[in-house]
């Protein structure tokens, strides 16, 4: 099972490092071919092989993936729904293109695996916001959103039409400290961590009462590596499972760095996220992941809040 060379596209965002990191430690560092347009992140510095590559230049992604011998592939370009909406098109071209080009390089040169990863921004102000179902009613009103929905039934699609094996989660906001988040709309809820630490207030650019479904990174990390290495009889959906983990509010999180900052501050002025988030659900049911292939999650908010002031106080210190 471990004899596959996986490539990353968009290996340097907040995701993809954490997951190239991962994967080199399960596939062995040199199996693991880590790409991006950006200069290399400084913690892949050192842990594996790494070419500067656009996720949008197909003829350069085909020449590599023949001269790497390469198996599967985890596209994790993209632009999100904050970015997104700043510049419509250009979110649909990379989004879309990028995908496109995965699913029939992976046809032509009959990869074992595709990774891509969908959004809870899948939803839209018309779904059911409290537990949404993984199948439900969707219709996004962000061009992120719009665009990872068309991605999941192109997935779908190609799965059903031509039997690639390719795999997907609906990720809710991602916590992380070692990496940057990358212009969402729950981003907030990272900045948080800093902002607390280094002067003891925040300015949230969502509402009080703003609930979303949120994750630590450890936790997406293994939830997708676990996903990918199921038996494919076990991958019922082949558009994205919905995964969760816990749900909070601006409020909520506040008050669990309270606990550590006892003089922490928070202040609300919300901006044009607050509309992309109250379109998306407060909670997600994920019992299909967990039936599925046995999704699991270990992180609430208050062991999450604990991990990431220890590791951000360490980090700010080292720098
Ligand atoms: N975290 C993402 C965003 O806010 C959701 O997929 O755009």
Redesign the pocket.
Known sequence: MKNEKILILGACGQIGVELTLALRQTYGNDNVIATDIREEHPLLHGTGPYVVLNAMDAAATHELIKKEAITQIYLLAAL???TGEKDPKRAWDINMQSLLQVLDLGVQEKLHKIYWPS???VFGPTTPRDNTPQQTIVEPRTV?GISKYAGELWCQYYNQRWGLDVRSLR?P??ISWKSEPGG????YAVEIYHEALKNGSYTSFLSENTYLPMMYMDDAIRGTIELMEAPADKIKSRMAYNISAMSFSPKEIAAAIKYHIPDFRMDYAPDFRQQIADGWPKSIDDRAARGDWGWQHEFDLNRMTNEMLKHLKEKMQLA
């Not at 969402?184 to 981003?187: A, F, K, L």
């Open positions: 999100l729904s904050a959004s809870i921004a992120y990720y906001g991602l969402g709309t729950t981003d």
